[in-house]
């Protein structure tokens, strides 16, 4: 991939991160997506350069790997392999998902985390940028193994984090049992009941609504921008989603609430297809409860069709839509995919997923004028009210779904305008990649710059 950049001190800048830090492939992705961005702020803020922010920000804090070695049900010992990459904490405690997929390497955590820096200040709480994971895989794993696992990663990881330090949450294979399983171990280890850990379970310290906060948080950006900008909403929509995780499934669940027909869900072995609607009740009991393939809905509900798609599940962006919600994987919307939904007719693409369009595509999106959000705004949803979350547990308190939801809404339609504004004020209108990618960094960059050389 060329990762040129047409200004002389960022393309410099580009060139040593790739230098830098080899093999990284999707970490130069997110910088380089973030660099082409900063080059309309840098006429306004030199700053930047003169305090050396940029070359600071693309270095973590901190990086950590570590062994976890667990004991499976056959009584073999496990090994894989453990991250937390602290990447800012300008503007307060690292947070940010564990993810847990065997495609999980340091690259891969490293781009999650930078990105995590910029979404987490467009929030506008107080909370800074970190990822972690492993290459561990929960998929066909028994419940004992999932608790080996984790609590194996824990007795490592309870070093490095803290509820004033590093609050880890959830991510692709990371849900509500894994999360569980880390809390009980951290809280045996330390003695302390504390927020350390945010998408904990209703009885024991979770928030209200934090389970939809992703999906839902996506569609309010959606709706926000298709009502001020195209005079529309999600209304008689016609909608393609990706996925059938967790933020799939309450993207699906807030669209259809919102008035729009989701006609397709995939996940990475196919896709289905039902131009009546997806049935949700038949999805989130065989995701949610059962943990089977799509492949299996189908055979309940007659009138959809499955697709095997070992590409990823790519070929759903064959489907003719209005709106296309990515909320898989990175890098699963390519240049080919982007021109298709364009030819198809489709209007607006929404990412739920963290990075799931490659650059090129992005770039084809927003010159053939489709309204295109990037995750980094518009799935800041889900870390918001994970910082809701950190405030109930130190006030003691528990919010009610509702006012929850309220605040969630809120802080994306502020996200919305901050973005809005943003890319308008440096001359690139509705260029939300733009917007977002310096509104985030504003924030983070001054606090940087108050804090002195650190
Ligand atoms: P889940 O594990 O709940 O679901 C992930 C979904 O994506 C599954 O349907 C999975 O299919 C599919 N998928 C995963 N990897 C691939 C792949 N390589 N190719 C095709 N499909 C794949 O994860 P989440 O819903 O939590 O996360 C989805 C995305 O949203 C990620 O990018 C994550 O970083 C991002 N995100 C999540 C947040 C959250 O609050 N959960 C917050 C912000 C961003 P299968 O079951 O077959 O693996």
Not at 422 to 429: D, L, R, S
Request: aromatic content about 8%.
């Amino acid at each position: 991939m060329d990762y040129t950049i047409d200004n002389e001190y960022l393309n410099g800048l580009m060139q040593k991160v790739i230098a830098k830090n080899p093999s990284e492939n999707e970490f130069h992705q997110a910088v380089f997506e973030f660099l082409e961005s900063v080059k309309y702020a840098l006429p306004t803020h030199p700053e930047l350069i003169d305090k050396q922010i940029l070359e600071r920000i693309v270095e973590p804090e901190r990086q950590i790997m570590f062994r976890v070695a667990w004991v499976d049900d056959n009584g073999k010992i496990q090994v894989n392999r453990g991250y937390r990459i602290q990447f800012n904490s300008a503007i307060g405690p690292y947070k940010g998902g564990l993810r847990l997929h065997p495609s999980v390497n340091l690259g891969i955590i490293k781009f999650l985390g930078f990105e995590q820096i910029f979404k987490n200040s467009l929030t506008g709480l107080p909370i800074g940028g970190g990822k972690g994971g492993s290459d561990f895989d929960p998929k066909g794993k028994s419940d004992n193994e999932v608790m080996a696992f984790c609590q194996s990663f824990m007795r490592e990881l309870y070093r490095h984090i803290g509820p004033d330090v590093d609050v880890p949450a959830g991510d692709i294979g990371t849900g509500a049992r894994e999360i569980g399983f880390l809390f009980g171990q951290y809280k045996k280890i330390v003695n302390e009941y504390t927020g350390v850990l945010t998408g904990k379970g209703l009885t024991w310290g979770g928030s209200l609504a934090r389970t939809e906060a992703t999906g839902y948080g996506l569609c309010y950006f959606v709706n926000c921008m298709l009502q001020k900008k195209m005079n529309t909403s999600f209304e008689g929509k016609t909608v393609v989603i990706s996925g059938s995780g967790n933020v799939a499934i309450y993207a699906n669940e807030k669209a259809t609430q919102l008035g729009a027909k989701v006609v397709a869900m995939s996940d990475s072995n196919g896709y289905i297809y039902d131009e009546n609607g997806i049935n949700l009740d038949v999805i989130k009991r065989l995701k949610e409860v059962e943990r089977k393939r799509i492949s299996e809905y189908v055979n309940e509900v007659p009138t959809a069709k499955y697709t095997a798609d070992e590409n990823g599940s790519k070929g759903i962006w064959t489907i003719p839509c209005d709106i296309a919600l990515p909320c898989a994987t990175q890098n699963e919307l390519n240049l080919e995919s982007a021109k298709t939904l364009v030819a198809n007719g489709c209007k607006v693409v929404g990412e739920g997923a963290n990075m799931p369009t490659t650059p090129d595509a992005t770039e084809y999106l927003l010159s053939n004028g489709i309204y295109f959000t990037p995750g980094k705004a518009s799935n800041a949803g889900g870390v918001a009210t994970s910082a809701l979350e950190m405030c109930q547990n130190s006030a003691r308190l528990s919010w009610t779904f509702e006012e929850v939801d309220a605040k969630l809404k809120g802080i994306m339609e502020n996200i919305f305008e901050n973005c809005d504004k943003t890319a308008e004020e440096v001359g690139c209108p509705n260029n939300y990649v733009v917007g977002a990618n310096i509104a985030g960094l504003l924030k983070v960059a001054s606090a940087m710059e108050a804090q002195g050389c650190i």
